[in-house]
């Protein structure tokens, strides 16, 4: 074997040692750095909570708005900053920070806000709960929480009711508003009388 040979041997035998080298070091550091946390096991937990809290496989969706007529003809615009569904019931959207409005054909308007909705895209029935407030006509409405039926065109409002009007204030257990008729009717439970302060003149 000449010499020139023998060191082409040498270099390669060299260059192959090299990439054994090579190549073993690149797959163990890959294998330390799959060990490694990526996120804390504190943080794995807060992430565990917040999905819990959440219902599952469903859909999530911000600053949605809908729209449409009531049976009764009557146009409205529901708003939610945050609102998710169920795959089990994709019809119910539960909503986060809620805005309402409902056009009535007298050319009125009841404006409603609330903490916490429910709306449910087949039948259009709403429900509002948590620092629900409302206008109408120059009234005030406050309550914690309202429900609305589109199949019978009634809005009930409930729970430490107060309305506050040019011609006075009114505290009621339950409203209960006709939309069709446009009639009022006052409730109170346990038949306590209804606590109202009107100006006459």
Same mark, same amino acid.
């Given at each position: 074997?000449?010499p020139?040979?023998?060191?082409?041997?040498?270099?390669? !035998?060299?260059?192959?040692?090299?990439?054994?080298?090579?190549?073993?070091?690149?797959?163990?550091?890959?294998?330390?750095?799959? +060990?490694?946390?990526?996120?804390?096991?504190? +943080?794995?937990?807060?992430?565990?909570?917040?999905?819990?809290?959440?219902?599952?496989?469903?859909?999530?969706?911000?600053?949605?708005?809908?729209?449409?007529?009531?049976?009764?003809?009557?146009?409205?615009?529901?708003?939610?900053?945050? &609102?998710?569904?169920?795959?089990?019931?994709?019809?119910?959207?539960?909503?986060?920070?809620?805005? &309402?409005?409902?056009?009535?054909k007298?050319?009125?308007?009841?404006?409603?806000?609330?903490?916490?909705?429910?709306?449910?895209?087949?039948?259009?029935?709403?429900?509002?709960?948590?620092?629900?407030?409302?206008?109408?006509?120059?009234?005030?409405?406050?309550?914690?929480?309202?429900?609305?039926?589109?199949?019978?065109?009634?809005?009930?409002?409930?729970?430490?009711?107060?309305?506050?009007?040019?011609?006075?204030?009114?505290?009621?257990?339950?409203?209960?508003?006709?939309?069709?008729?446009?009639?009022l009717? !006052? &409730? &109170?439970?346990n038949?306590?009388?209804?606590?109202?302060?009107?100006?006459?003149?």
């Amino acid at each position: 074997m000449t010499p020139r040979r023998k060191k082409l041997i040498l270099i390669q !035998i060299s260059l192959l040692l090299i990439g054994l080298v090579i190549i073993f070091f690149t797959y163990s550091n890959q294998k330390v750095s799959l +060990n490694k946390e990526i996120i804390s096991k504190e +943080n794995q937990k807060k992430i565990k909570e917040q999905l819990g809290d959440k219902p599952g496989k469903g859909d999530v969706f911000y600053n949605i708005e809908y729209s449409g007529l009531d049976l009764a003809g009557n146009r409205y615009i529901l708003k939610s900053k945050e &609102a998710h569904n169920q795959q089990s019931a994709p019809q119910i959207i539960n909503m986060k920070f809620v805005e &309402a409005v409902f056009y009535f054909k007298d050319d009125t308007f009841l404006y409603v806000l609330s903490d916490e909705g429910v709306y449910n895209n087949r039948s259009l029935d709403m429900s509002f709960s948590g620092n629900v407030e409302a206008t109408y006509e120059g009234s005030e409405l406050f309550a914690q929480k309202a429900e609305y039926s589109n199949s019978n065109s009634f809005l009930s409002i409930f729970e430490n009711v107060i309305v506050k009007d040019v011609k006075g204030t009114m505290v009621a257990d339950k409203l209960l508003f006709d939309i069709k008729k446009q009639t009022l009717n !006052i &409730a &109170a439970f346990n038949d306590e009388k209804i606590n109202a302060n009107i100006n006459i003149k």
